[in-house]
């Protein structure tokens, strides 16, 4: 698995808007010329989300608007193989400000990580964040 920079954690705020095909149109071409490609612009971003077996997490998300919280896989691989890099992320958005942690293994890594072995991969802000949602929902699993 090639190792490359990554943030482990950051924060943004983050505002979505629904929009026509023709605003879309406008704004790209309103934008090019500002705009770089990065080695990402044609990308397949693959997302495995996490939640208990009643899925809790996605119902307390639209429950409360206003508080958002998800723990996920992701790899920017169109065909993930065992060992391609994946990020274990725990993402939480409190009105429109978003925090993610996030922590980079091989699929088997993160997937031992994500069902209690530590063993392999640690951080001790999202090895406290996991604890805390394991007490608090019970098992995390993939849907």
Known sequence: MAEKFFQHHFQRFETKYIISKETLLALSLEFEGYLL??????????NLYYDTSSYQLIRESL?????????????????????SQVFLEI??????????????ADLLTAEAYLDGDYSQL????IDTEMVWLTQHFGNILSL
Request: hydrophobic letters at 20%.
């Open 37 to 46: 490609e990065d080695e990402r612009a044609y990308s397949t971003i693959n």
């Open 63 to 83: 429950e409360n608007p206003h508080f958002d919280e998800k723990v996920r896989l992701r790899t920017y691989q169109e065909h993930p193989t065992e060992d």
């Open 91 to 104: 993402k939480k958005k409190t009105e429109s400000l978003v925090t993610k942690r996030r922590l980079a």
């Open 122 to 125: 640690t951080d001790v802000q």
